[in-house]
């Protein structure tokens, strides 16, 4: 392993500029730039992380904020993995560490915040599951703490955050199974107070009126974003007397054990029930395959970091087009599971 005076040294140049140059600093131009990085790789060039961050008084860390519990299993199997490949793969051009703070859901998020905070953790934070109040954007804003947020909230402090097209989404849906004969649609949404799900149910409810169609508040199923939250809402559904001819699934794990609550009772998606979900790896081996929207979940989180480093002086100057606040489009793949028609009138 080589220092950076080793590295000096070879270069023939100062420290101070070698210091610069990994650091990605504007003020070295792009020859010498690709010297002192084509030497660093050649000689096998480690920074001393410790000694740095001391200096610069920063830990080089980014954290990025999610819950945990039995009742979330399985979400970030299908969803968030591929997010922080994206974030760190940003980072990593910048000897950034992703680092991910796993709240327990037996604890309140704002105090597990606050604590992580008061130890200096990290240089900047990503929140998720948004609420649809969250005090914590509020706590990060006082303290001038870096952060951005993957989902909206009607708590707004000028922070940047990409958010799934959740109107796009409900739009497209009932447009569709209107169009297919369906009056009858129940929708799903989370079982907390993450605001996707008043977004969703809310733009579902407008798209059926433009219609001349109502949401049902009877066929709003909850549920917890996983396998069990799914086969729990075919269930309440099947014990229903006037069942729905269709059903909008939010969240991507649930249509796994949505077709399987279907399965048990001898009904079968497409056939006997229109559905439309969202796909994650796990519903592509669904039988019949799952009409549902797609994106691509390293890009979004590309899209993330670049948001977030936009605002951080140390590294605003390399994104200076990044989009601060985005809704990410989600593509419909069709599949069968919503070719049940019923005839108009």
Same mark, same amino acid.
């Given at each position: 392993?080589?220092?950076?005076?080793?590295?000096?040294?070879?270069?023939?140049?100062?420290?101070?500029?070698?210091?610069?140059?990994?650091?990605?600093?504007?003020?070295?131009?792009?020859?010498?730039?690709? &010297? @002192?990085?084509?030497?660093?790789?050649?000689?096998?060039?480690?920074?001393? %992380?410790?000694?740095?961050?001391?200096?610069?008084?920063?830990?080089?860390?980014?954290?990025?904020?999610?819950?945990?519990?039995?009742?979330?299993?399985?979400?970030?199997?299908?969803?968030?993995?591929?997010?922080?490949?994206? @974030?760190?793969?940003?980072?990593?051009?910048?000897?950034?560490?992703?680092?991910?703070?796993?709240?327990?859901?037996?604890?309140?998020?704002?105090?597990?915040?606050?604590?992580? @905070?008061?130890?200096?953790?990290?240089?900047?934070?990503?929140?998720?599951?948004?609420?649809?109040?969250?005090?914590?954007?509020?706590?990060?804003?006082?303290?001038?703490?870096?952060?951005?947020?993957?989902? &909206?909230?009607?708590?707004?402090?000028? %922070?940047?955050?990409?958010?799934?097209?959740?109107?796009?989404?409900?739009?497209?849906?009932?447009?569709?199974?209107?169009?297919?004969?369906?009056?009858?649609?129940?929708?799903? &949404?989370?079982?907390?107070? @993450?605001?996707?799900?008043?977004?969703?149910?809310? %733009?579902?409810?407008?798209?059926?009126?433009?219609?001349?169609?109502?949401?049902?508040?009877?066929?709003?199923?909850?549920?917890?974003?996983?396998?069990?939250?799914?086969?729990?809402?075919?269930?309440?559904?099947?014990?229903?007397?006037? &069942?729905?001819?269709?059903?909008?699934?939010?969240?991507?794990?649930?249509?796994?054990?949505?077709?399987?609550?279907?399965?048990?009772?001898?009904?079968?998606?497409?056939?006997?029930?229109?559905?439309?979900?969202?796909?994650?790896?796990?519903?592509?081996?669904?039988?019949?395959?799952?009409?549902?929207?797609?994106?691509?979940?390293?890009?979004?989180?590309?899209?993330?970091?670049?948001?977030?480093?936009?605002?951080?002086?140390?590294?605003?100057?390399?994104?200076?087009?990044?989009?601060?606040?985005?809704?990410?489009?989600?593509?419909?793949?069709?599949?069968?599971?919503?070719?049940?028609?019923?005839?108009?009138?």
């Amino acid at each position: 392993m080589t220092g950076i005076r080793r590295l000096a040294q070879h270069l023939d140049i100062s420290i101070g500029t070698v210091s610069r140059a990994l650091n990605g600093r504007p003020d070295v131009n792009e020859e010498t730039r690709k &010297r @002192v990085l084509e030497a660093a790789a050649e000689l096998g060039y480690v920074p001393n %992380q410790s000694g740095r961050s001391l200096r610069q008084g920063t830990t080089n860390i980014i954290g990025f904020m999610m819950q945990t519990g039995a009742e979330i299993t399985g979400q970030g199997d299908t969803f968030f993995m591929s997010v922080f490949d994206g @974030v760190q793969t940003v980072f990593a051009r910048h000897r950034l560490d992703l680092v991910a703070l796993l709240c327990s859901s037996q604890e309140d998020p704002d105090d597990y915040l606050r604590r992580v @905070v008061a130890r200096g953790f990290a240089d900047g934070l990503i929140l998720s599951a948004t609420q649809r109040h969250d005090p914590r954007l509020e706590f990060l804003a006082k303290r001038k703490i870096p952060f951005a947020t993957l989902g &909206r909230s009607l708590t707004d402090v000028g %922070q940047p955050w990409l958010d799934l097209d959740f109107e796009g989404m409900a739009q497209t849906a009932i447009d569709r199974l209107v169009e297919r004969g369906h009056q009858r649609i129940a929708v799903t &949404r989370p079982h907390d107070d @993450v605001n996707l799900g008043y977004i969703f149910v809310d %733009q579902a409810a407008s798209a059926l009126e433009a219609h001349g169609l109502f949401l049902d508040p009877d066929l709003i199923f909850r549920s917890t974003p996983n396998e069990a939250g799914g086969y729990r809402i075919a269930r309440e559904l099947l014990s229903k007397k006037d &069942r729905p001819t269709a059903i909008l699934l939010v969240n991507e794990s649930i249509a796994i054990g949505f077709y399987r609550g279907l399965s048990e009772a001898g009904l079968k998606p497409g056939r006997d029930i229109a559905v439309i979900g969202r796909h994650s790896p796990q519903t592509h081996f669904l039988s019949p395959s799952l009409t549902g929207f797609e994106l691509s979940r390293r890009d979004l989180g590309i899209a993330l970091a670049e948001a977030l480093l936009a605002t951080m002086p140390a590294f605003s100057h390399f994104y200076p087009n990044a989009e601060l606040r985005k809704i990410w489009h989600e593509e419909l793949i069709e599949g069968e599971s919503d070719a049940f028609l019923l005839p108009h009138g």
